[in-house]
């Protein structure tokens, strides 16, 4: 099936070019995070799946998992960017992907048993909008879970953020919408707003080793995550100056050890 594209313009230069480091990296990482989503999307073999804002495609390859092959995964993104490596690695597994606004899904009423998102929701321009969406094509009784993160010191690569955003005014919007979500009574109240019930919110935290501070900073290098993705465009001198101002804000001991913390919430329609 073709691919259905729909108002891309809005988000796609954040992503343009280097989802390949994102894959490599963050999405790595975010993958330990996937299970305890799953879980609260109440997935099942047989059911439907859609998965918004699938990035590269590891929380639907999950999905595909556990609906089996009596089930479906339906997986889009806003970026062809990312769908291009979201192809490459769901070639095997029967995910159908489509690029997608998550703020205006394509798809009709009561069509899936559950929708998820990855660490997607927090670059909504409208949130509500967005989870009544997702609540719009669940079935009656089925439920949504995302996840998102919290805030710069709780994230992995996210921290860069805020520190290009003061040195460059006109990127910070962007990237401080990575912690648009920053506490569980806020992913509550937009659960809330778009009328779910049963509404529960987790707080899930791993520890990422990393042999030292350059071997952290490969990641953000190679792209990884939206801060990296800026960062890559930076004049040489910037990155430097950004460079050392991240390496203040992080333990001097090694191995490096990363705290990352997420919400994961889920609500019943």
Do not use: W
């Not at 669940?138 to 993160?149: D, F, I, K, Q, Y």
Request: hydrophobic share 40%; charged share 20%; proline share 5%.
């Amino acid at each position: 099936m073709a691919p259905i594209c729909l108002n891309t313009s809005t988000h796609e230069p954040l992503f343009a070019g280097t989802a390949e480091g994102y894959d490599e990296l963050f999405g790595r990482v975010t993958r330990l995070f996937i299970p305890t989503l799953l879980s609260a999307a109440e997935i099942e073999a047989g059911h439907r799946v859609l998965d918004v804002a699938t990035g590269t495609g590891a929380a639907a390859q999950g999905a595909a998992a556990l609906v089996g092959s009596t089930g479906l995964v339906v997986a889009g993104d806003i970026s062809p960017h990312m769908l291009e490596i979201a192809r490459c690695n769901l070639n095997s597994t029967g995910v159908e992907l489509h690029c997608i606004d998550g703020q205006e899904l394509p798809f009709a009423d009561n069509e899936f048993d559950a929708v998820i998102c990855q660490l997607g929701l927090m670059f909504f321009d409208d949130q509500v909008r967005g989870l009544s969406e997702f609540r719009r094509v669940l079935r009656p009784g089925c439920c949504s879970a995302v996840s998102v993160t919290t805030t710069p010191e709780r994230s992995l690569f996210g921290r860069i953020g805020p520190i290009i955003g003061r040195h460059v005014p006109d990127k910070a919007a962007a990237l401080n919408k990575f912690f648009s979500v920053p506490n569980s009574a806020r992913l509550f109240a937009l659960f809330a707003a778009a009328e779910f019930h049963d509404i529960r919110v987790r707080h899930e935290s791993r520890v990422i080793s990393f042999k030292s501070f350059d071997d952290y900073f490969a990641g953000i290098e190679k792209g990884a995550g939206l801060g990296g993705q800026e960062y890559v465009k930076l004049p040489e001198e910037l990155r430097q100056i950004v460079r050392e101002e991240v390496r203040r804000t992080l333990p001097t001991e090694v191995p490096l050890e990363i705290n990352m913390e997420v919400l994961v919430a889920s609500g019943r329609k």
